[in-house]
């Protein structure tokens, strides 16, 4: 059974990076597709970049693309987001989560989530 632990978060100033992690504990994580989503205060969830195991083009929400990297270490079940040149906008809580959605994207076609992990980025 998949079960996702994330961790990583923090506080950083605008400009700065951080690389956040998720592992999947039941170890079910090279048949899944993977994504990051995030949540800020008062916002709907908004789904950040996802990617599948067995390889193919990573994809990207718009107002991340260029900044944020996903990516996989099948080997040791964790996936990872490395931010950089953050903005204050992107304060949020970042889940990871797992399934087989037909749009990457939709939070709503993934069946396993982490408890999350909280960015804050200060101007």
């Known amino acids: 059974q998949v079960q996702l632990v994330e961790s990583g978060g923090g506080s950083v100033q605008a400009g700065g990076a951080l690389t956040l992690s998720c592992v999947d504990v039941?170890?079910?994580?090279?048949?899944?597709?993977m994504a990051w989503f995030r949540q800020a205060a008062g916002n709907e969830r908004e789904g950040v970049a996802a990617?599948?195991?067995?390889?193919?083009?990573?994809l990207y929400a718009a107002s991340v693309r260029g900044r944020f990297t996903i990516s996989r270490d099948n080997a040791n079940n964790t996936l990872y987001l490395h931010m950089s040149n953050l903005k204050p906008d992107d304060t949020a809580m970042y889940y990871c989560?797992?399934?087989?959605?037909?749009?990457?994207?939709?939070?709503?076609?993934?069946?396993?989530w982490g408890q999350g992990t909280q960015v804050t980025v200060s101007s």
């Open positions: 039941g170890a079910t994580f090279s048949r899944s597709y």
């Open positions: 990617m599948y195991a067995g390889g193919g083009p990573p």
């Open positions: 989560a797992a399934g087989t959605p037909s749009k990457l994207l939709d939070g709503q076609q993934y069946h396993y």
